[in-house]
Structures are given as C-alpha cells and as structure tokens.
C-alpha cells in the first residue's frame, strides 16, 4: 500500500490520471483534501515509527503553508535527531525565511551532528543578514559542523570570517582545513597569506594543493620556500641514503656553477614509500650539469645510465612534489658565494 493511500485512509480517492503527482504538488488538489494531506502529515510527526515521522517531515517540506511551517518548526524540537535533522532540511525547501530563528537555535543549542548540519544549510540558503550572521557566529565559537560553515561563509562572500578560517587552519580535521583555505581565498583574504604558506608544509594533500592554489591566486610563490623551479627532482626508496646525497651534492654543484644560486629540499612522497631530493637554481645549466656530472655519483644511480630515476623539475612537477604529491622534510637555500647573502 502506498504512502498517501496510508495516511488518508482507505476512503482516499485513486488520482484520475496516471501521471504520479503527489497531492501536495498537484495543480488541481482540491482544496479539502490538500487539507486533510496536510493535516495527517502534521498528525505523523508524532507516530511511534520513527519512518514514518521521517517520512511525514519530507512530505511537509513540498506542502507550503502556515500549518507546514509551525508543524517543521516544532519538529526542530523533537527528541529524535534525526527528525530534527529532517525538520529542519524541508525548512530549507520550503523557504519561508520565517524559519531562520528556528535554525540559528539549532545551530546554538543542539548538540547532535546532524541538525545542526541541515540548519547550516538551510541558514545559508536564506542568505539574510540575520542567517549569515548566525553563520559566522557558529564558525567564531568553533560551533557545528566547521568544514561546512567555512564552505558557506567563502560562498557567500562574508569577508568578517577571515580571522577565524585562519584559526580552521589548525584544526584537526582536514576536510575543515581544506574548506577554510578555499574560502579565504573565495573571500580575497590577504591577510591569510603567511598562514597559508605554512599550509604548504600541511600533512593533508588536499590542504597543500589548494593553498598552492590560492597563493596563486594572491600573486604569491606557490612553492615556498623555492625560489626557483628549474632544476632536477630524484626519488629515493628511504630517506637515508637521500640525506647523505644532500649532504655533499649541493658543494659539489656550487664548484661546478660558482655563480649560481641553489635551492635543496627533500620531500616525502604522498604515497609514504618513497623520497625526492629536489635541486633547482637561477642557473639554466642545472639540468645538464646535473644530470652528467652529479646524477651517476647519487647513492644507487651509478648504473642507470638511462636516468630512469631522474625527473626534471618545472612549473606542474615541483608544485607537485611540495603539494598534491608531497610533502616537503628539509629545505636549504644556498646563494653563490659572492652574494649579499651567502
């Protein structure tokens, strides 16, 4: 037995066409039986099955009204979650801003993951000063679910929350880090860039990459602390015998290109079985210098004479390493050795 034919009774009349519209929907719903729907759904909030209260909450989301809407807000009060949760989705739907001081007390008080999930949503749906201002609020006092009220706030444009996505940056949850970059981004926060270019040296992938991207977006170097990006990339299967090579790579290539200035890192690959050393510098010789006179003298490499280990480091495969792909361990910068800084 369906649904409708369920909740109104055996009486209930069969609909006259085929075509499957529910009686809240239906352009030609007499009034009465819209009426009786209504009623018998409000009526279903309070059943003992907690599908059928569920259910009824869904229903009265796509049945617009005053009893619809103060039967939802109750609901938001209901010692079932995920009633709750419900209510306050189909309060989304049926959009009557009339709603919003319902959810922002949600927001506040509940303690359940899922209601204060849907009111989120919903709040960020009604877009008034009131709702944003819930929104920011709730993100301030570290209150719902943070990943998803960061999303909202760079959706919207809420240029107040640059401060405390700054503070996401150090939560322990990633996909929160990662919506709190994409949002001060969204929201052009410069302020946020010394924090992101910690974000580089993220232990999420996610993070990395999309502070790369948004330092990008800023005009910034998007691979700090590189200065450069032409240069040479080698994997290694432990981080020991990487760590010896750099040990004494670096003099020899400052022998070899006196006037140059070098960039050396090392850097953990996503995949946590493998390392890079990563060589670049101001000098366009690096690739030939190194590949000829440094590469067959790295621990292991004396017999790859195809340089199957070898990568060239550019703008897609350094970021890469330092972002998406890896993680940086060590960087050293070495200026050549007439430079102010050496």
Known sequence: MSFWKRLLGKKAAAPAQPARVTPATSAKQPSGAASMVRSKLIQSLSDPDARTRIKAAMELGRTPGEESLQALLGALKHPDPQLRERAADSLRILGDPRAVRGLIQVLETDTEHGPCYAAINALAAFRTPEAIQALLSALEAGKGDLGTLAF??????????????????????????????????????????????????????????????????????AVAPFSYINGCIVRYPDLEQAQKDVDWLVDDLATRLPSADFDVGIAEVEDKDAYVVIVTSNDPDIRQVFRVEIYPKLSGKESDTEWRGLEFSNEQKLPFYLGQGGRLLMHRYRPHAGSASA
């Not at 405390?164 to 926060?189: F, G, K, T």
């Open 152 to 221: 909202h706030l760079g959706e919207l444009k809420v240029s107040q929350a640059g401060e405390p996505l700054i503070e996401l940056l150090q939560n322990d949850i990633a996909e929160a880090r990662r919506h709190a970059v994409m949002s001060l981004q969204n929201i052009n926060y410069r302020r946020a860039i010394p924090s992101l270019q910690k974000a580089l040296n993220d232990e999420d992938a996610g993070v990395r990459e999309r502070a790369q991207q948004a330092l990008r977006f800023f005009g910034e170097n």
